[in-house]
């Protein structure tokens, strides 16, 4: 039996405030384990993860302007790399990717679909009248409606590799089944 290559997923998303406070991390458990199965160290893990982004965001800050795609922040490990966008707000997000098995690598701006849907997702947030916009930099987002749409962003995204491997292998690619130009008519 021979197992399919792996390749690249998103294994979380971190917001991060202006003030440098996370606003919010959703993990994504490895294929075939419940939510909830998750080990409570691993959260932490991608706490820490994340605040040690934060540096690089620091350091690039010069060289780059508000509301850009810092692109790969660093390597975790040879399998695991975070990514970064920082908003014109001074908001941050990280995605960190598993990048394992053959063609598990992501390409240049490959998730900057993925950071303009977090800032969509994070914009309509916090133009919602009836969310306690105050206290947002404050404490961790709550709401669920933002929570759910961060979930959807990981879990839906599929990296451009994986799409032209299954092209290939006669599959017809992309998210849901269908290629990802046939829906834009």
Request: include cysteine.
């Amino acid at each position: 039996m021979v197992t399919p290559p792996m390749v690249s997923r998103i294994t979380c998303i971190s917001i991060v405030g202006k003030q440098n406070n996370p606003l919010h991390i959703h993990v994504f458990p490895p294929p075939n384990t419940a939510q909830t199965d998750l080990d409570p160290s691993i959260l932490l893990n991608y706490h820490f993860l994340t605040h040690t982004t934060l540096d690089i965001f620091e350091l690039r800050l010069p060289q780059k302007t508000a509301d850009q795609d810092f692109g790969l922040l660093y390597a975790v490990s040879e399998d695991l790399a975070a990514y970064g966008w920082l908003t014109n707000t001074g908001v941050k997000f990280v995605v960190f990717v598993s990048c394992v098995g053959v063609g598990g690598g992501v390409r240049e701006g490959e998730l900057k679909s993925v950071f303009k849907e977090l800032q969509t997702a994070y914009i309509a947030l916090v133009c919602n009248p009836f969310y306690d916009s105050d206290n947002l930099e404050k404490k961790p987002i709550t709401s669920k409606k933002f929570i759910n749409e961060v979930k959807r962003i990981g879990e839906s995204w599929v990296p451009s590799s994986a799409v032209a491997a299954s092209a290939m292998a006669g599959g017809e690619g992309g998210v849901g089944g269908k290629d990802r130009r046939d829906t834009q008519s």
